[in-house]
């Protein structure tokens, strides 16, 4: 099937239920569960659809810049799903609906890198599986990270507007932070465990400058979760040390992956 049609639908059902949910947030209300997650979950299966027949061919996975952006924003998309079945994480999906529309779309339509073809070898699938959830993990908590700082900031102005007052309270938005921290600090070990084991030369000349930044990404999260549960490290301090491991992790893949594909043609 040609991504052409699903990749309009998806773009178009994430538009229209991000549009629903600010729409209601800047009344001071909150959409409806059921139909926020059936409309989202139409949506990534209409993405899914879509990037089936880009990353795909035959034997081999066509991983490139905008193909890559576009599978995280999904993998995002459907793990914040997931958890808002059990936690209050719903108001992310009014930030996450645009980027799916996004990446959807400048998969489809924007031009190619060069990355070659992976082929489906059983390890190295393995390995970007994990990198994807992990990236996915952390990108969650990052968004988390933001809304308890824009939460954060007007508690203590003390002039929360209509979306804060929807948010849960500052304990519950911390404890979820950590929570997703956890989650993708784990998978990131284990991406990076995977990686060593799998691909030939984890530090090649192509690859040194990502294995570099995802290592020191590692240490800044593990150090973060370290200070929280030695020294109870929060509010400010545990934003910006998200920040600074997000950054680092998104520089280890999506900026050398740009340098390459776009600047080197490598």
């Known amino acids: 099937m040609t991504p052409l049609l699903p990749s309009l639908a998806a773009a178009g059902l994430y538009a229209g239920t991000a549009l629903y949910q600010a729409l209601l947030l800047s009344r001071r209300a909150t959409a409806d569960k059921r139909l926020l997650g059936g409309l989202g979950a139409l949506a ?22 905008f193909n890559a952006a576009s599978l995280l924003a999904a993998a995002v998309i459907a793990l914040t799903l997931l958890t808002s079945l ?21 998969a489809l339509f924007a031009p190619a ?34 809304l308890l700082l824009l939460q954060n900031h007007q508690l203590k102005h003390k002039h929360p507007s209509g979306i804060i007052r929807t948010f849960p309270p500052l304990q519950t938005m911390e404890s979820l932070l950590f929570g997703f ?40 999260f593990g150090v ?29 893949y999506f900026g050398s992956k740009l340098v390459r594909e776009f600047i080197l043609h490598i």
């Open 44 to 65: 990534l299966l209409m993405h899914l659809i879509a990037l089936h027949g880009l990353l795909l061919d035959g034997d081999a996975l066509l991983l490139d810049f």
């Open 86 to 106: 059990r936690v209050p994480v719903h108001n992310l999906l009014v930030l996450l609906f645009p980027l799916g529309a996004l990446t959807a779309l400048l």
């Open 113 to 146: 890198g060069t990355t070659l073809p992976i082929r489906e070898e059983p390890g190295i699938l393995a390995h970007i599986l994990l990198s994807i959830l992990a990236y996915g993990l952390l990108t969650i908590a990052v968004l988390q990270a933001l």
């Open 181 to 220: 921290l956890w989650g993708g600090w784990s998978l990131l070990s284990l991406s990076l465990l995977s990686g060593a084991l799998f691909l030939d030369d984890l530090f090649a000349q192509h690859l040194v400058h990502k294995t570099l930044l995802a290592c020191l990404a590692w240490v800044v």
């Open 224 to 252: 973060l979760l370290w200070g929280r549960h030695q020294l109870g490290w929060r509010g400010g301090k545990a934003i910006r040390w998200t920040l600074a491991g997000f950054l680092l992790l998104m520089l280890a």
